[in-house]
């Protein structure tokens, strides 16, 4: 079955510094990933995603993402944080089987971003 | 404002009464999707249709719940006899998928339910 990993539950930044949000996946075929942030009574924003080609992929808001076939893994970056980046983050993936393009989401990683 | 809407955003009703939301999904997207989120959870899938016909619905969703997509574009998610267990945000999300492809979802502000 298709899923997706997100170890840390909370992530804290000074901002200005650089950020990393971690994501791993579990799938059978080829992965297409994705990343959404929410914002408290939101629903989901998308970020980026990556379906196939340039292992680094960049998105909204100055966000980017690295697919890592080896480690399996498609970690979120910013090389600056802001405090309104402070928000919850949700790795998915998509399921892919037969025909359905839903997705399965991560447990989310809370960012805060400290001034 | 072309994204997707949903209506109401909250709702507070009592167990064992009926709900039905209603999602606008963004007019030019095939696909519309139910998702579930629960506090501190990701969304979990629900159902989905392609243009009118529901195509794919989780165990999650059991006979108390029914979604329809009458004419290719609005949907509607009722929940018959609700349980206190039925307490969530429901999410709904459209896109543009095509034979071969996969394409965001962008989803709505979400229905808050509170089931009392």
């Known amino acids: 079955a298709q899923s997706v990993a997100q170890p840390e539950d909370q992530v804290n930044v000074a901002e200005g510094n650089p950020l990393t949000v971690k994501c791993t996946y579990s799938?059978?075929?080829?992965?297409?990933l994705f990343w959404y942030v929410q914002y408290p009574n939101r629903g989901l924003q998308f970020l980026l995603k990556?379906?196939?080609?340039?292992?680094l992929v960049k998105g909204s808001y100055g966000f980017e993402a690295e697919f890592n076939k080896s480690q399996t893994s498609f970690h979120l970056k910013k090389p600056s944080a802001l405090v309104s980046d402070s928000a919850l983050y949700f790795c998915?993936?998509?399921?892919?089987?037969?025909?359905?393009?839903?997705?399965?989401f991560g447990t989310g990683t809370r960012l805060q971003v400290f001034p | 404002d072309t994204g997707v809407s949903q209506n109401p955003r909250h709702k507070i009703t009592k167990r064992g009464q009926n709900v039905t939301f209603r999602c606008d999904p963004i007019?030019?997207?095939?696909?519309l999707y139910w998702y579930r989120q629960t506090l501190g959870q990701g969304p979990e899938f629900l159902t989905y249709?392609?243009?009118?016909?529901?195509?794919?619905k989780s165990r999650l969703l059991s006979d108390r719940f029914s979604a329809e997509r009458p004419k290719g574009s609005f949907s509607t998610l009722e929940i018959q006899r609700t349980e206190q267990g039925d307490s969530a945000m429901y999410l709904c999300?459209?896109?543009?998928?095509?034979?071969?492809?996969?394409?965001?979802?962008?989803f709505g502000p979400g229905t808050r339910l509170t089931v009392t």
């Open positions: 007019s030019e997207h095939n696909r």
């Open positions: 999300a459209s896109s543009l998928t095509l034979a071969g492809g996969s394409y965001e979802q962008y």
């Open positions: 249709f392609q243009n009118e016909a529901q195509l794919e």
């Open positions: 799938v059978s075929g080829n992965p297409y």
């Open positions: 990556y379906i196939t080609g340039d292992n």
């Open positions: 998915a993936v998509r399921d892919g089987q037969g025909n359905t393009d839903k997705l399965i």
